[in-house]
């Protein structure tokens, strides 16, 4: 029966292509991703890149295929990060807590409770032995997790935005220094925020400024006019 043999053969040939489904993803080697930071009082922002190293160029061909954010293990401390020393980073712009921000000054998170923030991508076709990316992180402070969400911003990457739960400035986004080796400042998206910020602390001062305006005049025509009557009475 030479027919039979033949199909045989072939079914064994396809066997392998039809198994790359997402459970042999998994078996895949994860490693950790490189994250880029920046908040402003209300909001922090990051961008998961989908490499290893900062200075390499981000695979594309990745997808996030699970994402997750929920109220973490409030027993967990957080790492001091004040002291200066620096984590094993790697190159270019880790300056974390260098730039004088104007969020410095604000009081820190209360220690008692962080969120945890989990990003799961796999590549999008997964080829047999590929690398898939987890990130698993306790993040420094609570957010609200109704109000996270992430996108996909160019190839290779995602950038999450996530609304904190009380405006406080964090000292990092995440809160051990095991977690910190991969994260440093996005500090294009840092100017942008403060920027922003500024912005909006403008806008909010000139209308105060203006409703003061409005009311010294109001209180002047009020006190012209309480003279003006009060000449009028000695009359
Ligand atoms: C912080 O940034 C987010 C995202 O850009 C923005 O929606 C929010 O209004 C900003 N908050 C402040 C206080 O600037």
């Given at each position: 029966m030479p027919r039979l043999s033949l199909l045989l053969f072939l079914g064994l040939l396809l066997q392998p292509s039809l198994s790359s489904t997402p459970s042999s993803c998994s078996s895949a080697a994860s490693v950790k991703p490189i994250v880029s930071w920046a908040q402003n009082a209300t909001h922090v922002a990051f961008e998961v890149k989908f490499t290893t190293r900062a200075s390499a160029p981000a695979r594309s061909g990745y997808k996030v295929s699970e994402f997750r954010c929920e109220a973490a293990d409030p027993a967990l401390p957080a790492d001091d990060f004040s002291d200066g020393e620096e984590g094993a980073e790697d190159d270019d712009?880790?300056?974390?807590?260098s730039a004088a921000s104007p969020l410095q000054n604000m009081p820190a998170p209360a220690p008692s409770s962080h969120s945890s923030v989990y990003v799961f991508s796999a590549p999008a076709e997964c080829g047999p032995g590929d690398k898939t990316f987890v990130l698993d992180v306790s993040l420094w402070g609570p957010v609200k997790e109704s109000e996270v969400a992430y996108k996909d911003s160019s190839a290779g990457r995602v950038t999450v935005l996530a609304e904190k739960k009380s405006p406080t400035s964090w000292e990092s986004l995440v809160r051990t220094k095991a977690d910190r080796t991969n994260v440093r400042k996005w500090e294009a998206m840092q100017a942008q925020m403060d920027k922003e910020e500024a912005a909006i602390k403008e806008r909010v001062q000139k209308t105060m400024d203006e409703l003061n305006k409005k009311k010294n005049s109001k209180k002047k025509k009020k006190k012209k006019k309480a003279k003006t009557e009060g000449a009028g009475d000695e009359l």
């Open positions: 712009d880790d300056e974390e807590g």
